[in-house]
C-alpha cells in the first residue's frame, strides 16, 4: 500500500515558466513533509519542507502548498531553469520527528531551454 | 565540509558473498538511516538508528543487518546477497532532539549482485 504517491512519473516545462510537482498521501497520520530533488549519480538534497500547521511555505523560487484535506501538496517552481532538471521526491513523515520518511516514486522534471 | 560518505561507491559481486557498505558522516548526528531506491519504488527505509546502540528495522529490513558501536558510523552488511538485493543504497543522517530538520544524504552505493 502506498502511502505516498506521485502519479506523475515525468513532466517537461520550458525555461522560464512554472512547473508544478504532485504529491498525494493517504496517511492522515503524516504532519511534516518535505521534497527532495536528485541529480543522476548523487544523493537526494533536500529542497524544501512544510509541517501540518501551515498551507504553504516559500523559498526563493520554490513555494510547497499543503492542502490537508484533500490530503495534497504541490511544489511549484517559477522561474523554472534547466538547472531544475532532477528527480523530484516528496516524502512524509509522522509527528515532525522526520525520523522515518515515506517517499513517493519520484517525478523527472525536464526543463527544456 | 559536512557531508555523509558512503563506500564503495560500486560494487559487483557474487550471491552469498558477505558484503559489507560504509556509511560516515561527520556531523555529530545521532540519528542514522539506510533506504535502497528501486525503479518504480522510490526509496524504501531499510533500517534505522537514533543513537549508538540502538537500531530498529525499517520498511523492508529481509537480508540485512546493521550496527551502531560509533556516532558517525553505521555499516549496512549484507551476510548472504541475493540478486533481489541488486540495488541502489542511500545512507542518510540527522540531528536528533530537533523537529522539522530535514535527513542528508550520501551519494549512494550501487550493488549488482551476480
Known amino acids: 500500500d502506498q502511502q505516498v504517491k506521485q502519479n506523475s512519473p515525468s513532466l517537461s516545462v520550458q525555461e522560464g515558466r512554472i512547473s508544478i510537482l504532485n504529491c498525494d498521501y493517504t496517511?492522515?497520520?503524516?504532519?511534516?513533509f518535505l521534497w527532495y530533488k536528485k541529480y543522476p549519480a548523487e544523493g537526494p538534497t533536500f529542497l524544501i519542507s512544510?509541517?501540518?500547521?501551515?498551507d504553504k511555505n516559500e523559498d526563493g523560487r520554490f513555494t510547497v502548498f499543503l492542502n490537508k484535506s484533500a490530503k495534497h501538496l504541490s511544489l511549484h517552481i517559477v522561474p523554472s531553469q534547466p538547472g531544475d532538471s532532477a528527480v523530484y521526491f516528496c516524502a512524509a513523515s509522522v509527528g515532525g520527528s522526520n525520523y522515518k520518511l515515506t517517499f513517493g516514486k519520484g517525478t523527472l522534471l525536464t526543463v527544456n531551454p | 565540509e559536512a557531508q555523509v560518505t558512503q563506500n564503495p561507491r560500486y560494487l559487483i559481486t557474487v550471491t552469498g558473498k558477505k558484503l559489507t557498505v560504509t556509511c560516515s558522516q561527520n556531523?555529530?548526528?545521532?540519528?542514522m538511516s539506510w533506504y535502497r531506491q528501486d525503479p518504480g519504488l522510490g526509496l524504501r527505509q531499510i533500517y534505522y538508528?537514533?543513537?549508538?546502540?540502538?537500531?530498529d528495522k525499517g520498511d523492508v529490513p529481509e537480508g540485512y543487518k546493521v550496527s551502531r558501536k560509533e556516532k558517525r558510523n553505521f555499516p549496512l552488511i549484507l551476510e548472504s546477497p541475493s540478486p533481489n538485493q541488486t540495488s541502489l543504497y542511500f545512507c542518510?543522517?540527522?540531528?536528533?532532539?530537533?523537529?522539522?530538520?530535514?535527513?542528508?544524504f550520501g551519494d549512494g552505493t550501487r550493488l549488482s549482485i551476480l
Open positions: 556531523m555529530n548526528h545521532e540519528y
Open positions: 512544510i509541517s501540518s500547521i501551515k
Open positions: 538508528s537514533m543513537n549508538v546502540e540502538v537500531t
Open positions: 542518510a543522517s540527522r540531528r536528533s532532539g530537533q523537529d522539522y530538520q530535514p535527513q542528508h
Open positions: 496517511n492522515s497520520m503524516f504532519d511534516y
